[in-house]
């Protein structure tokens, strides 16, 4: 019960930052309407099925992994190796405090070994699934930051509360499509992760009830008369 709460309260993180993003191309409604217009759609998905549930995910991963690559292809064009140097300048303390913030960004994995009912052999594959999606996943990550450090000098981060893709646009003026494609990337990262948590959540509930009634029913059978 725990976990099913914890799990619900970072989905509600995440939906509220989607809202906040949906709401820069839809002005005129709220975010948090669209985000509750967004939990609501996404959840008609899930419950149309599993197999409209996994095109609607093979489409969000497409269109986050084009944004990424196209992003990382441009920023390697323009590395510089000067940019490196030194490689930390801070010492090794930040990467401690920013490992919460990156373990949250893994929320969407959990669907790995919550749906393991719907996995074909999932004594096999759901450990594979789990660990092959976060090496490829992270590897892509990682050279997708590697990318921007090479390319973005490291004063543009510390002015003020300029977004990524604010500082490529001032950076790279003639790629104007990169504050789309981030945008774009970044929003269809978040719903990805909304929609397979659902899509977990309503397993791990499922799967709640159902050892709850199994429990109480065994209690009324053992009950003498």
Known sequence: ILYILGLSIAMGFVLKMA????????????SDTLG???????????????????????????????CLVGTTIVCVIHSESDLLTPFMPYGAAPIFLLTPKLLFTFL??????????KIENPHKNVSRGGVLSVLVVGALYIVFSSAILASVPSDCFLKG???????????????????????????????????????????????????????????????PW
């Not at 397979?196 to 065994?218: M, T």
């Open 19 to 30: 809202g906040e993003w949906l709401h820069e191309i839809i002005p005129m409604i709220s």
């Open 36 to 66: 509750v217009l967004t939990i609501v759609i996404l959840t008609i998905f899930v419950l149309l099925g599993t197999g409209f549930a996994s095109f609607w995910q093979y489409i969000i991963s497409f269109m986050v992994l084009l």
């Open 108 to 117: 969407g994995f959990e669907s790995i070994s919550s749906l393991y009912g």
């Open 161 to 223: 509360n300029s977004s990524l893709p604010a500082i490529l646009s001032e950076i790279f003026p003639r790629y104007a499509y990169l504050n789309t494609a981030i945008f774009v990337g970044g929003l269809f990262a978040m719903l990805g992760t909304l929609h397979s948590v659902i899509w977990s959540l309503s397993q791990l509930i499922s799967d709640l009830a159902s050892r709850i009634d199994n429990k109480f029913f065994n209690r009324q059978k053992k009950k």
